[in-house]
């Protein structure tokens, strides 16, 4: 199947001379979840914007859903719903207002029971008659939802989408997410907590100074990551991993002094008691042993900072 | 055509003048009714008839035609100003829609109230003064096409300004003026020879001589001149509105 969004040597320089993306290219699957990493002014939004029609390309192409975002702009816009990063409505208007100016916005016939049904799914369905002005920030970000999907995108961005959200609102957002993705619905979403990309995403990318300088399934990411490594101080020098331990990846310290045995906590058998015992049956004895594991954060860290 | 886009903002805009019904119908047909009360019936009964008519009648159509100005400006650089001030706009500029929708959509509400409350100041000077209108199609036309010229100029502004200040600066500074010395309260050949000539400098000139014309058949300048005038600022308004579209101009980084 072909990438439901494809950006290539998508470039974009500001009045101001500051290169916020450069040459970037970017597929993204249909019927995913994408999560977009990277730290504040990375070009996270400047990238989301220029798919969306908000900002102009400086070079390179982007089509949506097969359609160019400039020439074929009304095909391509259609496919695509928006939540913003800002909070952005209309105080003075009801939800329910607001929610049909955007179908109709779109170019959508309008469609009462399709509204209705996304206003239920938000919890927002009774509030439909009061003035946005009169809501929390959490269900005005409902709103915003709803509007960016009361047209049937078949994409959905979501830019920081539980910034500043409470919890329960996060766990209902994910919810959400995962429903829409069950309809077909693609979705790429930007955020600062690891947590969220590693609870939601299928694939990870992560963007810095506007270049992507990953993109990785997030199982096998995770893989990557959920590498742990044991560590035993032993009591007395070895010269060489004993001939019966050699089949484990194990490694010897320079000093002899200690043993490190790389393991996969995401297995449910990580080889520790095995080890354990076949080091007691040879008579090493160890005086400590500690195991440290590299989080998605501090890789992230380590791939934002190692450029 | 994109039909139900264009519907969407002509209704959100539209919506927005019921909302606000006291401060966008309300106030400008009250303080034009007072330049009926009191230039129209106080001062106006002891003044002498101008071209044979009677003064006031003889402001009533400079009188709309501030209004109309005023309104359309107003009305229309706000409709744009509020969307880009609030962040809304993302979702116009995010829809699949071009341009000319969204000019379509706006600027069309705009002038649609302009010659809503243009209609409601004609009827509310009939309680005031006595009046006839001799040429009642071009009367309706120049009042739509005054509206519809200066609902551009006034999205025009909504996207220049970057403030609430700049929004009133061009109504207030530079509109009311040119309708105040453009012959709405008197007649250019009132004037001194020599401010005569510079009177027809002033573009409103034009647009009250042949709005007053459609009433009273008499005139300034000659329809033919007036009708021009106004095409001329339409045509300028809407090349302006082309270009900020075209650039991207304070719209698009």
């Known amino acids: ?307 | 055509m994109n039909f139900y886009s264009v519907r969407a903002i002509y209704m959100f805009e539209m919506a927005r003048t019921w909302r606000t019904l006291l401060q966008s119908v309300a106030t400008p047909v009250i303080s034009t009714s007072l330049y009926f009360v009191v230039f129209g019936s106080a001062i106006g009964s002891r003044m002498v008839d101008i071209d044979g008519v009677s003064y006031g009648a003889f402001i009533i159509p400079g009188l709309i035609m501030l209004t109309l100005l005023m309104q359309s400006i107003s009305n229309a650089s706000f409709g744009i100003y509020m969307p880009k001030f609030s962040g809304t706009i993302y979702e116009v500029l995010s829809a699949p829609i071009s341009y000319v929708e969204i000019v379509l959509g706006y600027v069309g509400a705009a002038a649609t109230k302009s010659v809503i409350l243009g209609l409601i100041i004609l009827v509310t000077a009939t309680f005031f003064v006595d009046y006839r209108i001799e040429h009642p199609i071009w009367m309706f036309s120049f009042l739509v096409l005054t509206s519809i010229t200066f609902s551009f100029l006034g999205f025009v502004i909504g996207i220049w300004a970057d403030g609430f200040e700049k929004l009133q600066i061009v109504p207030m500074m530079i509109v009311t003026p040119l309708v105040f010395l453009g012959g709405t309260f008197y007649s250019i050949d009132m004037l001194p020879s020599f401010w005569q000539g510079v009177t027809l400098l002033n573009p409103v000139v034009y647009l009250v001589s042949g709005f007053r014309w459609s009433f009273y058949g008499v005139s300034d300048v000659h329809i033919a001149v007036s009708t021009g005038m106004t095409f001329g600022f339409l045509v300028l308004f809407v090349g302006l509105v082309w270009w900020i579209f075209k650039t991207g101009y304070k719209l698009k980084s």
Request: proline share 4%.
């Open chain 1, 1 to 307: 199947m072909p990438p439901i969004i494809s950006v290539q040597g998508l470039n974009k320089t500001y009045a101001s001379g500051f290169e916020a993306l450069k040459n970037l290219d970017l597929d993204i699957n249909t019927g995913e979840i994408f999560a977009l990493l990277g730290p504040n002014g990375a070009g996270k939004t400047t990238l989301i914007s220029i798919i969306c029609g908000i900002a102009n390309p400086t070079r390179g192409t982007v089509t949506a859903d097969g359609h160019d975002i400039l020439t074929d702009f009304r095909q391509a816009r259609a496919k695509i719903g928006l939540v913003p990063q800002e909070l952005a409505t209309d105080a003075f208007e009801t939800v329910w207002a607001t929610v049909n100016f955007s179908r109709g916005l779109f170019g959508k016939a309008p469609n009462p029971e399709h509204l209705e049904k996304i206003l239920r799914q938000l919890s927002l369905w009774d509030k439909r008659d009061s003035k946005i002005k009169a809501l929390s920030g959490g269900m005005k970000r409902r709103v915003m939802i709803a509007k960016a999907l009361s047209h049937e995108p078949k994409i959905l961005f979501l830019d920081e989408p539980t910034a500043g959200v409470d919890v329960e609102l996060r766990r209902d957002m994910w919810e959400m997410v995962r429903g829409l993705r069950e309809q077909g619905v693609t979705i790429i979403l930007t955020t600062h907590y690891i947590e969220e990309a590693e609870e939601m995403a299928d694939r990870i990318g992560v963007i810095s100074q506007g270049e992507i300088i990953l993109v990785e399934e997030k199982t096998a990411l995770m893989r990557k990551l959920g590498k742990k490594q044991l560590t035993l101080s032993l009591r007395d020098p070895l010269s060489k991993v004993p001939e019966s331990l050699a089949s484990m990846p194990l490694t010897l310290s320079e000093d002899g002094r200690e043993l490190n045995y790389n393991f996969d906590s995401q297995q449910e058998h990580s080889g520790i008691s095995e080890l354990l015992k076949e080091l007691d049956s040879q008579g090493v004895e160890f005086r400590d042993l500690r195991t440290r594991e590299s989080s998605l954060e501090d890789i992230f860290v380590g791939l934002v900072h190692g450029q």
